[in-house]
């Protein structure tokens, strides 16, 4: 079994510690509110003061946190960061959604410091997590992803090496682009379907029934029915996603179905969605 240090204990992150615990490895946490941390020591976690004594000792180092800024601030930090306590030989992983030029620069400090990094984010929400049922999208060293693998592997189903660095977030842009546009696609016909006076759910259902429907849209369409569901992944976090999206494409006039999409969940934010799932939009489509 390994040591693993997993830095960010937010909805995804705690999950994760949790799968790598009952699979027995040794862990560490760090959270920047310790207290989230509480349930993880009582399955026997250790529980670090900074990002830098979480990695120090550990075989691997996992990050999992919002953005951009929080996974430079874990890593890099010239007093806390993870990178300046990590062991030689020892691989960092960040399993967090970022942009594409973020991780790439985050690659190129970690080789300068002599540490190997792959970007691991994952497809999957709070039930795969919770069932070690996440697919990893890896970026980096194929051999450095064969040694994570197992470990990889005690929170998901599937690893899946796309490239190089950049090529993870990449993946995980489109995969989350395409999950934004299906649901305010989605969200949009309910609202013609409902201003017409025809029955949403009773045509939704036929439509279910042809080539174009998807397996997402299977599961999500009770909750753009009802505009009710739990917080799976915030309407805020897929607002964020599709900027990166944009960055990646090099402007919204290359992609301008994205862009399109992402002034919907926009809209949400403006309208007070923003913690809310991301099925939420469909409120800004009333009959």
Known sequence: MSHIAVLGLGAMGRRMAANLLKAGHQVTVWNRTARAAEPLLALGATQAATPKQAAAGADFVLAMVRDDAAS?????DAETG?????????????????SVDWIKKLGAEAANR????LETPVS??????DAAQ???LVGGSADACRQAEPVLLA???AVNHTGDIGAGALTKLATNALLGVQVTAIAELIGMLRRNGADAQKIMGIIAGTAVWSPYAQRAIGAL????APVMFPVEL???DFGYALEAAGSPDAAPTIAAARSVFRRGMDKGLGDANLTSVVKLFPA
């Open 124 to 129: 999957g929400s709070l039930p795969q997590a």
């Open 134 to 136: 996440l697919i990893f």
């Open 72 to 76: 430079a601030t874990v890593w890099l």
């Open 238 to 240: 897929v607002e964020k």
């Open 225 to 228: 029915l009802s505009g009710e």
């Open 155 to 157: 929170m998901g189903s």
């Open 82 to 98: 993870a990178f300046a306590g990590m062991r030689p030989g020892a691989i960092a992983m960040d399993s967090s959604t970022l």
């Open 114 to 117: 002599g540490v190997t990094l």
